[in-house]
């Protein structure tokens, strides 16, 4: 079992950086891929990035690719997402997630595909 715990949400204005975290507890953090969704108010959840167990490969949806980066620290069992110019069209709900490294990273963009476990959430929100 693997608890994920989110923080470092916040309002920001547009153009904006910020960077949430997800920390985690439970079985061994280092052998999980891990990932962040998000979900805006009256939509479905997305996908947003995702990172193989060892930080060596990344995935980004193209809507954040080239301003949001991935990272994983496994000797403090965090992963983190580095927001940059930030866009009005960013605010939802950042849920971070993780699954088994076996999995494709390329599978995380599927729209049906559903991660094993996930945090609780952090509020972003960028005013224009």
């Known amino acids: 079992q693997v608890q994920l715990v989110e923080s470092g949400g916040g309002l920001v204005q547009a153009g904006d950086s910020l960077s949430v975290s997800c920390a985690a507890s439970g079985r061994t953090f280092s052998s999980y891929a891990m990932g962040w969704f998000r979900q805006a108010p009256g939509k479905e959840r997305e996908f947003v990035a995702a990172i193989s167990w060892n930080g060596v490969n990344t995935d980004y949806a193209d809507s954040v690719k080239g301003r949001f980066t991935i990272s994983k620290n496994n000797a403090k069992n965090t992963v983190y997402l580095q927001m940059n110019s930030l866009k009005p069209e960013d605010t939802a709900v950042y849920y971070c997630?993780?699954?088994?490294?076996?999995?494709?990273?390329?599978?995380?963009?599927?729209?049906?595909?559903?991660?094993?476990?996930w945090g609780q959430g952090t509020q972003v929100t960028v005013s224009s």
């Open positions: 997630a993780a699954d088994n490294p076996g999995i494709p990273l390329g599978a995380w963009a599927i729209s049906d595909y559903v991660p094993r476990y």
